[in-house]
């Protein structure tokens, strides 16, 4: 069982799959430096399972390697971002509050 992130800019969005079944998927728009992240989606039959947080992972880490910013407006991907602190820095630090994540610190503004 091989687990992927395939972007799929022809369809504007990630996709997660396990061999070759799509399992499930993120939206984004990339305009300027910034990536937007509007849905998230995973099979309900697969919930439960951290496939959606692989997925979101994958997902910033394309952003990162691209040095995008994120624009988290998926409920989903802003609690990976509150469960994974690490990545909180590619959202930028004046859009923090807007989405509900925690504040920059001083090392990071």
Request: proline fraction near 8%.
């Amino acid at each position: 069982m091989r687990i992927t992130v395939v972007d799929r800019p022809d369809l504007a969005r990630f996709e997660l799959r396990i061999d070759d079944e799509v399992l499930g998927w993120a939206s984004y728009h990339v305009a300027d430096d910034a990536m937007t992240l509007p849905y998230t989606e995973i099979d309900p039959t697969r919930h439960g399972r951290g496939l959606g947080t692989i997925l979101v992972r994958g997902v910033l880490t394309a952003a990162r390697q691209r040095r995008l910013r994120v624009r988290p407006y998926c409920p989903f991907v802003r609690h990976v971002l509150r469960t994974h602190p690490a990545e909180l820095d590619l959202v930028a630090a004046a859009d923090r509050s807007m989405f509900g994540l925690p504040p920059a610190q001083p090392d990071q503004a």
